[in-house]
């Protein structure tokens, strides 16, 4: 699994945020994080055999459905989560996922993101996190 994502952490607070949800992460799945200026997105992305765009428009799923949904891509398709600036970002994605109608900083967006993979990894490796 990738996330790309559109700019750099800058708050000490997200970044401790980062390392913690990706520690946690790399226990139970490889994940890698890339920051990227806008232009570079396409290169990224072609690299991906499914892409699932964050957007405040996407379908939104609760901790259960994304767990489901996860479980069944990671098996057969390299997924790539990604996240836009604060400009927003239009790419063709094979789903669009929101993480709720609100809108979020992209900075906060990433790790709400990362804390629902791992939550959504917890639920289907059996892990004691998800209440």
């Known amino acids: ?3 790309i994502c559109v700019g750099r952490l800058r708050e000490k607070f997200y ?3 980062q390392k913690h949800y990706q520690k ?3 226990r139970i799945a490889p994940i890698s994080i890339v ?3 806008e232009k570079d997105i396409e290169r990224h992305v072609r690299k991906c055999d499914y892409v699932i765009l964050l957007n405040e428009n996407g379908k939104e799923m609760d901790s259960m459905q994304f767990s489901s949904f996860l479980s069944r891509l990671i098996v057969e ?3 790539c989560f990604v996240v ?3 400009s927003g970002l239009k790419i063709d994605a094979d789903f669009v996922l929101s993480l709720s109608k609100m809108t979020f900083p992209y900075q906060m967006a990433r790790i ?3 804390e629902q993979i791992y939550r959504a990894m917890a639920i289907s490796k059996g892990i004691d996190y998800h209440k």
Do not use: P, Q, S, T
């Open 15 to 17: 970044i401790e945020a």
């Open 84 to 86: 836009g600036g604060w």
């Open 35 to 37: 920051e990227v200026e």
């Open 112 to 114: 709400i993101l990362l």
């Open 77 to 79: 398709k390299k997924i």
């Open 24 to 26: 946690m992460l790399e």
């Open 1 to 3: 699994m990738k996330v």
